[in-house]
């Protein structure tokens, strides 16, 4: 048995097994999942200076947001890591679905139509080479 208080020894597993890889998240992007997802598919595995040429001249909104996330999650692995710019490749970079604001638009008939504004959490996850 370890010793220590219960808590102690709780926070030294959890220290242990925590992620070191730099990242950046983007909580309650309002773009749908599948729509984030053809720009992140499309960086997941470059390097970082061919990922953000790729999402600079990416037509797409997303693109936008996933060029803020990417420099974010660079200045992170300098800043807080060490870690050289040039080294870096993006290992991880997913969407996941984020609450879904609904809405109600009038129909024909005194129907109502319920719309769907989804939203993401969207992740970018860097490694070194």
Same mark, same amino acid.
């Given at each position: 048995?370890?010793?220590?208080? !219960?808590?102690?020894?709780?926070?030294?597993?959890?220290?242990?097994?925590?992620?070191?890889?730099?990242?950046?998240?983007?909580?309650?992007?309002?773009?749908?999942?599948?729509?984030?997802?053809? +720009?992140?598919?499309?960086?997941?595995?470059?390097? +970082?200076?061919?990922?953000?040429?790729?999402?600079?001249?990416?037509?797409?909104?997303?693109?936008?947001?996933?060029?803020?996330?990417?420099?974010?999650?660079?200045?992170?692995?300098?800043?807080?890591?060490?870690?050289?710019?040039?080294?870096?490749? +993006?290992?991880?970079?997913?969407?996941?679905?984020?609450?879904?604001?609904?809405?109600?638009?009038?129909?024909?008939?005194?129907?109502?139509?319920?719309?769907?504004? !989804?939203?993401?959490?969207?992740?970018?996850?860097?490694?070194?080479?």
């Amino acid at each position: 048995m370890a010793k220590g208080h !219960r808590s102690q020894i709780k926070r030294a597993r959890n220290e242990e097994r925590q992620d070191k890889r730099p990242s950046a998240t983007l909580s309650y992007a309002r773009v749908s999942v599948q729509k984030a997802c053809f +720009v992140l598919d499309a960086i997941r595995g470059k390097d +970082v200076a061919t990922a953000i040429g790729i999402v600079t001249y990416n037509p797409r909104y997303a693109s936008s947001l996933v060029k803020k996330l990417l420099e974010s999650a660079v200045a992170n692995a300098e800043n807080n890591n060490g870690m050289k710019a040039e080294n870096l490749y +993006v290992e991880e970079c997913y969407a996941n679905q984020a609450p879904t604001m609904k809405r109600i638009k009038p129909r024909a008939q005194g129907r109502a139509y319920r719309i769907l504004k !989804r939203m993401s959490h969207i992740t970018v996850v860097l490694n070194e080479k």
